[in-house]
């Protein structure tokens, strides 16, 4: 096995394969683990479909092997499932298909996850006359899994049952055959009998391939030796999260997208998108370009972006805040380039999204645009919003500033007058100034002009500004990072407020995004000391804890979703940018 291929915890990564909407895991809903792998689907969002349930071929079928244990094993490639010398082992042929083999001493049960079949929920189990497959139809992902025996025998029970039953079927060796094989293909309505055009050790072998191939554009450090073993396995496990969380287009997804996760944040969300975007840039420019693009394909006529698009949902409810002209910047940084027609297309989108915040986020006469709500700033309930939820934010005010400063730059390569971008510019930095308190800025409440108490950590983000903002104020927001600063890196919430909660998600814990944007403003306003250090902590956090959804910012532990992409992605970044200044530890 190359050592590019990296192995994981089945229950803290599922296993995938880029462009595929299924995976396989124990993890089948928002914070729920079984035993038993199961494949999930996403479509429609996410749904366990089929239980795995490996056992000795002369366990009878309705029986549960309580004394059998399984091993289960996870790498890039495959999952393996073994019993002393006995195995079954599985790997995804193509996006849609798993080939599943295992030896004459072992059997595999698959069952429906779903258990009753109604009108209206649950799955169908038939027997196809054509070929012989079984198929499951899910009423939850609207999809077929079929299941062809390319060796050996299936054995189905509930064929054709409806309400509750039992629907499961078994694969084993046939009489005198020394193993089995099966398809297990997810499509829509139909398709041609399953013909297996290569043997399964080939589908191995490609599926490593084409993941080495992946690792080594996007982490070429990691095949450098001198780079310390927990950076080079770190690396290799991210860039493992974005491979496989990417699915090709269906549903409102109209380009290849990475979602935030193939457990149950399965959706991309119109911040998230963006250090996605920045972690593929060198590597997969045009990928990186699809993931920054993404959010825009749904731009309504106010100019808004959804707050979350997934196959079969998209919501507007909410909005996430405007990143996109400092990620744009950093996209074209890490060498995406834009034709003249993209150029034109990216300058009105990113146009019209700006104009939202300054047209329908800006009360007459004032130069701040506001939030509505937590959830508009990403962070949904950091304590900033405690008191009153419509407030302006220092850290909104200094992501217009970089989104009108791009805006600018890009007016003039298209022909435009920058003028008016400027002077909105200039406008939004007066309306900053207006936040500043001598040692830092506030937020304020909309409605009575009130300051926030200063216990979160989002009014320090003005700091993204960098260069932008004056002397004093980086100086001064560099000083206040360290009440924030814990071992592992910034808390969301001073571990020292009496708000502060250590699983309270904005209250407290570390994210990834936070802390990139601390960090890139950091170094853009003159401190690259504090910045440095900012990002060996969080490096060290993933290396140690993985790329969880967010961190107990005292003790580094992963909490919620355990395979983030954004996590994966800023660790990528921040890797990357210290192996070219030198600075990583050897």
């Given at each position: 096995?190359?050592?590019?291929?990296?192995?994981?915890?089945?229950?803290?990564?599922p296993?995938?394969r880029?462009?595929?909407?299924?995976?396989?895991?124990?993890?089948?809903?928002?914070?729920?683990?079984v035993?038993?792998?199961?494949?999930?689907?996403?479509?429609?969002?996410?749904?366990?479909?089929?239980?795995?349930?490996?056992?000795?071929?002369?366990?009878?079928?309705?029986?549960?092997?309580?004394?059998?244990?399984?091993?289960?094993?996870?790498?890039?490639?495959?999952?393996?499932?073994?019993l002393?010398?006995?195995?079954?082992?599985?790997?995804f042929?193509?996006?849609?298909?798993?080939?599943?083999?295992?030896?004459?001493?072992a059997?595999?049960?698959?069952?429906?996850?779903?258990?009753?079949?109604?009108?209206?929920t649950?799955?169908?189990?038939?027997?196809?006359?054509?070929?012989?497959?079984?198929?499951?139809?899910?009423?939850?992902?609207?999809?077929?899994?079929r299941?062809?025996?390319?060796?050996?025998?299936?054995?189905v029970?509930?064929?054709?049952?409806l309400?509750?039953?039992?629907?499961?079927?078994?694969?084993?060796?046939?009489?005198?055959?020394?193993?089995?094989?099966?398809?297990?293909?997810?499509?829509?309505?139909?398709?041609?009998?399953?013909?297996?055009?290569?043997?399964?050790?080939?589908?191995?072998?490609?599926?490593?391939?084409?993941f080495?191939?992946?690792?080594?554009?996007?982490?070429?450090?990691?095949?450098?030796?001198?780079?310390?073993?927990?950076?080079?396995?770190?690396?290799?496990?991210?860039?493992?999260?974005?491979?496989?969380?990417?699915?090709s287009p269906?549903?409102?997804?109209?380009?290849?997208?990475?979602?935030?996760?193939?457990?149950?944040?399965?959706?991309?969300?119109?911040?998230?998108?963006?250090?996605?975007?920045?972690?593929?840039a060198?590597?997969?420019?045009?990928?990186?370009?699809?993931?920054?693009?993404?959010?825009?394909?749904?731009?309504?006529?106010?100019?808004?972006?959804?707050?979350?698009?997934?196959?079969?949902?998209?919501?507007?409810?909410?909005?996430?805040?405007?990143?996109?002209g400092?990620?744009?910047?950093?996209?074209?940084a890490?060498?995406?380039?834009?034709?003249?027609?993209?150029?034109?297309?990216?300058?009105?989108?990113?146009?019209?999204?700006?104009?939202?915040?300054?047209?329908?986020?800006?009360v007459?006469?004032?130069?701040?645009?506001?939030?509505?709500?937590?959830?508009?700033?990403?962070?949904?309930?950091?304590?900033?919003?405690?008191?009153?939820?419509?407030?302006?934010?220092p850290?909104?005010?200094?992501?217009?500033?970089?989104?009108?400063?791009?805006?600018?730059?890009l007016?003039?390569?298209?022909?435009?007058?920058?003028?008016?971008?400027?002077?909105?510019?200039?406008?939004?930095?007066?309306?900053?100034?207006?936040?500043?308190?001598?040692?830092?800025?506030?937020?304020?409440?909309?409605?009575d002009?009130?300051?926030?108490?200063?216990?979160?950590?989002?009014?320090?983000?003005?700091?993204?500004?960098?260069?932008?903002?004056?002397?004093?104020?980086?100086?001064?927001?560099?000083?206040?990072?360290?009440?924030?600063?814990?071992?592992?890196?910034?808390?969301?919430?001073?571990?020292?407020?009496?708000?502060?909660?250590?699983?309270?998600?904005?209250?407290?814990?570390?994210?990834?995004?936070?802390?990139?944007?601390?960090?890139?403003?950091?170094?853009?306003?003159?401190?690259?000391?504090?910045?440095?250090?900012i990002?060996?902590?969080?490096?060290?956090?993933?290396?140690r804890?993985?790329?969880?959804?967010?961190?107990?910012?005292?003790?580094?532990?992963?909490?919620?979703?355990?395979?983030?992409?954004?996590?994966?992605?800023?660790?990528?970044?921040?890797?990357?940018?210290?192996?070219?200044?030198?600075?990583?530890?050897?």
């Amino acid at each position: 096995m190359s050592s590019l291929i990296p192995a994981f915890d089945l229950r803290h990564i599922p296993f995938s394969r880029r462009g595929s909407w299924i995976n396989l895991s124990p993890v089948v809903a928002a914070h729920r683990t079984v035993d038993d792998v199961h494949l999930v689907s996403h479509r429609t969002g996410m749904h366990a479909v089929i239980g795995f349930s490996p056992r000795s071929a002369s366990t009878p079928d309705d029986a549960h092997p309580a004394q059998e244990r399984w091993d289960v094993a996870a790498d890039a490639a495959s999952v393996r499932w073994s019993l002393g010398p006995t195995s079954i082992q599985a790997v995804f042929a193509a996006p849609d298909t798993l080939r599943v083999r295992g030896d004459a001493a072992a059997a595999l049960r698959l069952t429906e996850a779903a258990v009753e079949l109604t009108p209206f929920t649950g799955t169908y189990l038939f027997r196809d006359p054509r070929d012989g497959s079984a198929v499951f139809t899910s009423y939850e992902t609207g999809c077929r899994y079929r299941v062809t025996a390319l060796e050996g025998e299936l054995r189905v029970e509930g064929a054709e049952s409806l309400g509750e039953a039992t629907r499961a079927v078994t694969v084993s060796a046939s009489d005198g055959g020394d193993h089995w094989e099966i398809a297990i293909e997810e499509f829509e309505s139909s398709r041609p009998p399953f013909s297996a055009s290569v043997p399964f050790a080939a589908c191995v072998a490609e599926v490593s391939t084409e993941f080495a191939a992946f690792a080594t554009r996007t982490a070429p450090w990691a095949d450098d030796h001198d780079v310390p073993s927990s950076t080079r396995d770190a690396s290799l496990r991210a860039a493992y999260v974005l491979w496989s969380a990417t699915v090709s287009p269906a549903g409102f997804l109209r380009r290849e997208a990475v979602l935030m996760s193939k457990h149950w944040m399965d959706k991309v969300w119109s911040w998230d998108h963006c250090f996605n975007a920045i972690a593929l840039a060198p590597a997969e420019p045009r990928l990186a370009l699809d993931q920054f693009l993404a959010p825009f394909d749904h731009q309504d006529e106010t100019g808004a972006l959804p707050d979350s698009i997934a196959h079969s949902e998209r919501l507007y409810n909410f909005v996430k805040p405007p990143i996109h002209g400092w990620a744009l910047d950093r996209l074209r940084a890490e060498g995406v380039t834009l034709t003249a027609g993209e150029r034109d297309d990216v300058y009105d989108k990113l146009a019209r999204w700006t104009r939202f915040w300054l047209e329908e986020r800006r009360v007459r006469g004032r130069a701040l645009a506001h939030y509505q709500h937590g959830n508009d700033s990403g962070w949904d309930n950091a304590t900033v919003f405690d008191r009153t939820r419509l407030i302006e934010s220092p850290d909104l005010a200094a992501f217009l500033l970089l989104q009108l400063d791009a805006l600018a730059r890009l007016a003039e390569e298209c022909g435009h007058d920058a003028t008016p971008w400027r002077e909105e510019q200039n406008h939004v930095a007066g309306g900053l100034a207006e936040l500043w308190r001598g040692d830092g800025y506030v937020a304020r409440g909309v409605a009575d002009g009130e300051d926030v108490d200063r216990t979160s950590l989002l009014p320090l983000l003005a700091i993204a500004a960098g260069e932008h903002l004056p002397p004093a104020a980086r100086d001064a927001l560099s000083e206040g990072v360290a009440a924030f600063l814990t071992q592992w890196g910034p808390a969301t919430e001073r571990p020292d407020s009496t708000r502060y909660e250590s699983d309270g998600y904005w209250r407290g814990p570390i994210w990834a995004p936070s802390t990139m944007l601390l960090e890139d403003g950091l170094r853009r306003a003159g401190h690259p000391g504090v910045a440095d250090d900012i990002a060996a902590r969080f490096r060290r956090l993933c290396e140690r804890g993985g790329f969880a959804e967010n961190f107990d910012a005292l003790t580094g532990e992963g909490l919620r979703d355990r395979a983030y992409t954004w996590t994966a992605a800023v660790y990528l970044v921040l890797v990357r940018d210290a192996v070219r200044r030198g600075d990583l530890p050897r």
